[in-house]
């Protein structure tokens, strides 16, 4: 294990605990339909920057704790979470070379891609939420996204 690999899980272990306890926080009943989703906002950003750290599994095992903390279906945010991991997997190499700008539009259609999972899981297990509030986080995500992988590129490069 190289030293860059080293630095990269310690911030892994550092980052995704933290997004999973923002994700669990309470906020006003106004602005919990615009909380971002931090934690597939940061397996994102893994995959994409440090894919090595970043894997599948983790991306598995970060949508299982969020499942946990949301008490939903067993397995429904892991499910979308790793077929979010694998689209960024699969054009890393791509997505990696746009400005930031035009990464939060991938960004977007990948946050798009997620809420989509969980709007068709949800179907299939006869608990449909209709409600158009269930898309705005699409939106924060992908206005979040240049500030959030500013600051983890930063942390990157400072560990």
Avoid at 53 to 74: H, I, P, S
Avoid at 81 to 88: I, P, R, T
């Amino acid at each position: 294990m190289t030293d860059g690999d080293r630095r990269s899980r310690l911030l892994l272990t550092a980052v995704a605990p933290v997004a999973l306890v923002l994700c669990a926080l309470p906020l006003p009943r106004l602005l919990d339909p615009l909380r971002p989703d931090l934690l597939l906002l940061i397996v994102i950003w893994f995959a994409l920057m440090m894919p090595r750290t970043g894997g599948l599994l983790f991306a598995w095992a970060a949508g299982l704790g969020l499942d946990a903390f949301r008490g939903v279906v067993l397995g429904e945010n892991a499910l979308a979470f790793v077929v979010v991991a694998y689209l960024v997997h699969r054009f890393h190499l791509r997505v990696r070379m746009f400005p930031l700008a035009h990464q939060s539009l991938v960004v977007l259609s990948l946050l798009f891609i997620y809420q989509f999972l969980l709007f068709w899981i949800d179907g299939v297990t006869g608990h449909p939420l209709t409600d158009w509030a269930r898309w705005l986080p699409v939106l924060t995500g992908a206005l979040c996204w240049p500030l959030l992988a500013g600051l983890l590129g930063r942390l990157a490069i400072r560990g």
